[in-house]
T-cell receptor, first 111, second 115 residues
Framework: KQEVTQIPAALSVPEGENLVLNCSFT??????LQWFRQDPGKGLTSLLL?????REQTSGRLNASLDKSSGRSTLYIAASQPGDSATYLC??????????FGAGTRLFVKA | ETGVTQTPRHLVMGMTNKKSLKCEQH?????MYWYKQSAKKPLELMFV???????ENNSVPSRFSPECPNSSHLFLHLHTLQPEDSALYLC??????????????FGPGTRLTVT
């Protein structure tokens, strides 16, 4: 059974700091991994999608990496801003149409 | 309207009521999904539709009944719900179910409270 774990559960950093969010999964036979952002009480915004054949994806200040063999993905946020404060979720797609989500990392960036 | 929209945004219903949640996607996608997000739990996939055909039912109780009349619209019909069904219900869509086109786009959700 695929399990997705995100560490840390919560993180508070000062503005301008570079930070790394971690996602681990137990079954390396995945099709892709997607990172999302969720603001309180809102839906999810897709940030980056990494296919199983890819090692990383970049969008602006965000960089996501994927290491299938070790069951890990990281989301790197450069020069963090207060507007980055949100919950960040990773989701793994495996066989069939199931997408398994982690519980998320709550990020607070202090001005 | 752009992206994925959901109505209503908030819903309070009694356990004997019948209500429906509506989702509409304006992205030309062929696949649509219902998810449940309960407090302090990861998102749970409920249903997946591809070209109006249900392809995944993730052991959801029969008091939740999905309907997909066309590839742009998805409904979730609710009846005789329980208080533990209170949650944020999220709709999503993707271009199709093939790997390279699987990036999911989410609506804002419906906050459901069952009293």
């Amino acid at each position: 059974k695929q399990e997705v774990t995100q560490i840390p559960a919560a993180l508070s950093v000062p503005e301008g700091e570079n930070l790394v969010l971690n996602c681990s999964f137990t079954d390396s036979a995945i099709y892709n991994l997607q990172w999302f952002r969720q603001d309180p009480g809102k839906g999810l915004t897709s940030l980056l999608l990494i296919q199983s054949s890819q090692r990383e994806q970049t969008s602006g200040r965000l960089n996501a990496s994927l290491d299938k063999s070790s069951g890990r993905s990281t989301l790197y946020i450069a020069a963090s801003q207060p507007g980055d404060s949100a919950t960040y979720l990773c989701a793994v797609r495996r066989g069939g149409f199931k997408t398994i989500f982690g519980a998320g990392t709550r990020l607070f960036v202090k001005a | 309207e752009t992206g994925v929209t959901q109505t209503p945004r908030h819903l309070v219903m009694g356990m004997t009521n019948k209500k429906s949640l509506k989702c509409e996607q304006h992205l030309g996608h062929n696949a649509m999904y219902w998810y449940k997000q309960s407090a302090k739990k990861p998102l749970e996939l409920m249903f997946v539709y591809s070209l109006e055909e249900r392809v995944e039912n993730n052991s959801v109780p029969s008091r939740f009944s999905p309907e997909c009349p066309n590839s742009s619209h998805l409904f979730l019909h609710l009846h005789t719900l329980q208080p533990e069904d209170s949650a944020l219900y999220l709709c999503a869509s993707s271009q199709d179910l093939r790997e390279v086109h699987y990036e999911q786009y989410f609506g804002p959700g419906t906050r459901l409270t069952v009293t």
